[in-house]
């Protein structure tokens, strides 16, 4: 069962574009198997649940199993634009659910493997539920330090989004870019570079840097093409240029 709440006051031009591909998509699309029910929220008529969930907005996407066990659940429309990509991510939450909990049952058997520690610690952060994958990224790195860079550049990665949201709620933006400083000290390489450069720029920008910005922006244009945090430089550059 999929059910996809939002208030009867939601508006979002990217939100009429997806509402077919979740709700009303033909035989062979993401959602196929999944009985989907809309529920419009009034003042009269809330869905609780978003109280109990980490909420980042509407619409909110909870995923039950048939006998109404909670598998996952969505937060918010892509800020990437990727409107395709919604449906697909709900489609794959039972399938991690699944995977979720035998990964659980082999860490019972084996607390303190590594690679268990971090492919569970991934799929929970990919969840949302990023306190409870920090705990285990940490287990993890104390179970095997010398861990591929590749790995450790991932839950350091985790760590470091976590820690950016804390710091830019405090306008902390010299924060921001210190640890994405440090963070590319280490993981230059890494194939989040520019997730992380992203972060960066942007903190950037909010401190008023603006021409550093951009020089990170129009870099991540030029090297790293065709990603997602690129795509996102492109439109920061395009906005601001408009602006000038």
């Known amino acids: 069962l999929l ?17 077919d591909k979740v709700l009303g998509e033909p035989a062979g699309r993401p959602l196929v198997a999944f009985e989907r029910v809309l529920v419009r929220e009034t003042r009269d008529r809330e ?26 659940h969505e937060s918010g429309l892509p800020g990437d634009g990727d409107v395709a990509g919604w449906p697909r991510r709900i489609a794959a939450i039972p399938a991690r659910a699944a995977r979720i909990e035998a990964l659980r049952r082999d860490l019972d ?20 539920e990023t306190e409870r994958a920090i705990a285990l ?4 790195e104390r179970a095997a330090p010398l861990a591929p860079a590749e790995r450790l550049g991932e839950a350091r990665y985790v760590k470091l ?12 933006f010299a924060g921001v870019e210190g640890l994405c400083l440090k963070w590319r000290r ?5 194939a989040r570079i520019a997730d992380v450069l992203l972060l960066q720029a942007n903190a950037r920008f909010l401190a008023g840097r603006h021409d550093d910005a951009q020089e990170l922006w129009r870099r991540l244009v030029a090297d790293h093409a065709g990603a997602p945090a690129a795509a996102a430089a492109q439109k920061a550059l395009d906005l601001t240029s408009a602006g000038d």
Do not use: C, Q
């Open 3 to 19: 059910l996809v709440a939002i208030p009867d006051w939601y508006e979002s031009p990217m939100w009429k574009r997806v509402t």
């Open 47 to 72: 869905i609780h649940v978003r109280h109990r969930l980490p909420f980042a907005g509407y619409p909110l996407a909870v995923v039950l199993a048939a006998d109404g066990t909670y598998l996952g």
């Open 109 to 128: 058997a084996r607390p303190e493997d590594p690679d268990v520690l971090f492919e569970l610690g991934r799929l929970l952060a990919e969840a949302g």
């Open 137 to 140: 990224f940490d287990r993890m």
């Open 161 to 172: 989004r976590h820690n950016v949201v804390n710091l830019l709620e405090a306008k902390d």
């Open 186 to 190: 280490r993981f230059e390489d890494h």
